[in-house]
């Protein structure tokens, strides 16, 4: 057991670029969610994944955002057109089943200038 | 999901008792209360959950009152490495997505 990785760790882009985060769940976790964090507040949630399907997607998730499991493994969560506004703590959660215990990783900051 | 309150932050001095409360008034019986915590620059972590009954494992032991009302997490030798946010969260548990509704947690600082 690995733990649940992301990459990269920081990313710092310029407003209107886009830009992808990719995240490795626990081996064998068929549910993967994504979650905003920005400075000072606690994590938002964005949307969810059991296995490749996505299931659920909040009113956060703007037309903007687009998320991806292919084959029900990794991730890819991608901003298009980034905005001041996007910059936060992008957080990758796993769990298997309906386990309580959700696994986050360490996340990816990004930062739009 | 059920709306919980927490002090915003709280200091514990090394070795002894951290006791973190929150109150969830509105609670719904099939609602469990779930702790977890935040290290600077981390993603959360799970500490514990519950629905009734008090709840103990190697990190932490959770206390709810009779009504369900309020409940406490107690961190029984609080070191410097448990220095984070904590969060309480009310949920039902289903086949549903189960997501997490953060709100903004106690910051709990541990001194030496």
């Known amino acids: 057991d690995t733990g649940v990785s992301q990459d990269p760790r920081h990313k710092i882009t310029k407003r209107g670029q886009n830009v992808t985060f990719r995240c490795d769940p626990i081996s064998e976790h068929n549910r993967l969610y994504w979650y905003r964090q920005t400075l000072g507040q606690g994590p938002e949630f964005l949307t969810y994944?059991?296995?490749?399907?996505?299931?659920?997607k909040s009113r956060l998730l703007s037309d903007r955002f687009s998320a991806e499991r292919p084959k029900g493994s990794f991730s890819t969560l991608e901003i298009q057109r980034t905005e001041q506004g996007d910059s936060a703590m992008y957080l990758c959660a796993s769990t298997l089943g309906l386990s309580y215990e959700q696994y986050f990783g360490p996340g990816t900051r990004l930062t739009v200038t | 999901d059920a709306k919980t309150t927490q002090p915003t932050s709280m200091d514990c001095a090394e070795g002894r008792a951290a006791n973190l409360p929150c109150n969830h008034s509105t609670i719904s019986g099939n609602e469990y209360v779930y702790w977890y915590r935040q290290i600077h620059s981390q993603g959360p972590q799970y500490i514990i959950h519950g629905l009734k009954n008090n709840e103990t494992n190697e990190m932490a032991s959770l206390i709810i009152t009779e009504d369900r009302k309020s409940s406490t997490l107690i961190l029984p030798h609080a070191t410097l490495r448990d220095t984070a946010v904590y969060y309480c969260i009310v949920r039902v548990w289903d086949n549903a997505g189960n997501m997490l509704t953060f709100g903004g947690g106690t910051r709990l600082m541990v001194k030496p």
């Open positions: 994944f059991q296995n490749e399907a996505q299931l659920e």
